[in-house]
T-cell receptor
């Protein structure tokens, strides 16, 4: 148990819709990162938030956005869903920025039809 | 830009045999390096990390890895495989700014009784 939880566990959406995924970090962890893991692939870094500000971003379009809240929860929002967005979405929290140990949640499985 | 290459998408070893999972990195400056394990339907768990202290890093469950700058490698080893080690293993790299993080494509380890 890492103390990081994600909701929902599974989600099915249709192309063009919008989705919000949620993550609850360990208490006291100032950093949260989001990753997309396609089937059979390694996680791809989407972005990182540190104390409610975006602190780094991978090669993802602006329709992927996020929020981090003072209560150690965070959201990943994806607009205009595409079929290729189907993946496992992982959040990870850490006390501070890298190389602090990241604690991963179990992920949200998103299917886009 | 950082990247990691994991050689061998599938590795099979007999129970009790040496485990060797290969990872090579590409970085213009000495990076931070990590090994993670992912069990089916679970998030990732940190096995060990290199942050420029000792080049031989010991992790959980008797795993260790050696940072070799001359070979740009960070291979993961374990002296004696257990059935419970069967999982997906990911090598990852981040730069010193800490706001970019890259995973390899993973190596699936099978342990044969």
């Amino acid at each position: 148990e890492t103390g990081v939880t994600q909701s929902p566990t599974h989600l099915i959406k249709t192309r063009g819709q919008q989705v919000t995924l949620r993550c609850s970090s360990q208490s006291g962890h100032n950093t949260v990162s989001w990753y997309q893991q396609a089937l059979g692939q390694g996680p791809q870094f989407i972005f990182q938030y540190y104390r409610e500000e975006e602190n780094g971003r991978g090669n993802f379009p602006p329709r992927f956005s996020g929020l981090q809240f003072p209560n150690y929860s965070s959201e990943l929002n994806v607009n205009a869903l595409e079929l290729d967005d189907s993946a496992l979405y992982l959040c990870a929290s850490s006390l501070d920025a890298y190389p602090d140990t990241q604690y991963f949640g179990p992920g949200t499985r998103l299917t886009v039809l | 830009a950082q990247s990691v290459t994991q050689l061998g998408s599938h590795v099979s070893v007999s129970e009790g045999a040496l485990v060797l999972l290969r990872c090579n990195y590409s970085s213009s400056v000495p990076p931070y390096l990590f090994w993670y394990v992912q069990y089916p339907n679970q998030g990732l768990q940190l096995l060990l990390k290199y942050t420029s202290a000792a080049t031989l890093v010991k992790g959980i469950n008797d795993f260790e890895a050696e940072f070799k700058k001359s070979e740009t490698s960070f291979h993961l080893t374990k002296p004696s495989a257990h059935m419970s080690d069967a999982a997906e293993y990911f090598c990852a790299v981040s730069d010193r700014t800490g706001n970019q993080f890259y995973f390899g494509t993973g190596t699936s380890l099978t342990v044969i009784p």
